[in-house]
């Protein structure tokens, strides 16, 4: 099973690239962020004519995340729990042959501290219960999407230009590695230990052409998923499309059960 994350920055902006990279790539999954649009006004035309299952969570003009699979997705799950008076279109969660997948979109947090901070960290307890919830039931799942976590000092350009920046304080890491602590496989990291190895470039200050990145799209594994893990790739090649989104697509690989 090849299962592919992106943060596409607009669905409908973005169609052409998508489309194209994923007749070029043929993902079993597709998880899609911040998709900005309502749910309704998702073009699923275009992905049903590629032969994908579409389950949507949308929200106008931000956020916004789509789970998209060959085969149907069942038992299909449209808010992370915890939290009911958050209306924020960020988790879509669903049973694909056998196995749990979320398209996640964790809130960036900045500026911090703050209300936005806050509610990034609450966002992440719910996952880390979510996650130990489905560990206890002895559930196989992958989640999946824009973390907008720098995991380790070597995942960012300039460390100390992101020292207080919500995707790099050391309440939000502190938080991803308790959910490693779990008895998670950060897929990526798994089975490369280079550096420079980014899945966002920024629109401004040349970042992209100057190789001045982050890595902040993950995939989290639970043990009977990384038992099956094959590889986890970083596509850097749509970075460079024109009126490319400012991420990149992240493909892990599973072995069939």
Request: glycine letters at 6%.
């Amino acid at each position: 099973m090849k299962i592919a994350t992106w943060n596409v920055n607009s669905a409908k902006a973005r169609l052409a690239l998508i489309t194209d990279w994923l007749r070029a790539a043929s993902p079993d999954v597709v998880l899609l962020q911040e998709i900005k649009c309502e749910t309704a006004a998702f073009p699923r035309e275009a992905f049903e004519e590629l032969g994908y299952h579409v389950a949507v969570v949308g929200q106008k003009a931000y956020n916004g995340v789509a789970l998209l699979s060959k085969t149907p997705a069942e038992e299909v799950m449209t808010r992370l729990p915890g939290e009911e008076e958050d209306e924020q279109a960020r988790y879509v969660e669903a049973t694909v042959q056998g196995l749990r997948i979320a398209s996640l979109y964790l809130p960036n947090g900045n500026p911090a501290p703050g209300d936005k901070y806050a509610y990034k960290l609450r966002w992440m307890d719910r996952l880390y219960a979510h996650a130990r919830g489905m560990l206890e039931r002895e559930v196989p799942f992958v989640l999946g999407g824009d973390y907008n976590v720098i995991p380790e000092a070597r995942d960012v350009f300039s460390p100390a230009a992101f020292a207080r920046d919500a995707l790099f304080l050391p309440q939000t890491r502190a938080r991803f590695r308790a959910l490693l602590n779990l008895g998670l496989t950060e897929a990526y990291r798994a089975l490369h230990d280079d550096d420079h190895a980014y899945t966002f470039w920024d629109y401004q200050a040349g970042s992209w052409p100057r190789d001045l990145g982050l890595r902040i799209d993950h995939f989290l594994l639970s043990p009977q998923a990384a038992d099956r893990l094959i590889d986890c790739t970083i596509d850097r090649r749509p970075r460079g499309a024109e009126k490319a989104s400012d991420h990149t697509p992240v493909v892990l690989e599973l072995r069939d059960r």
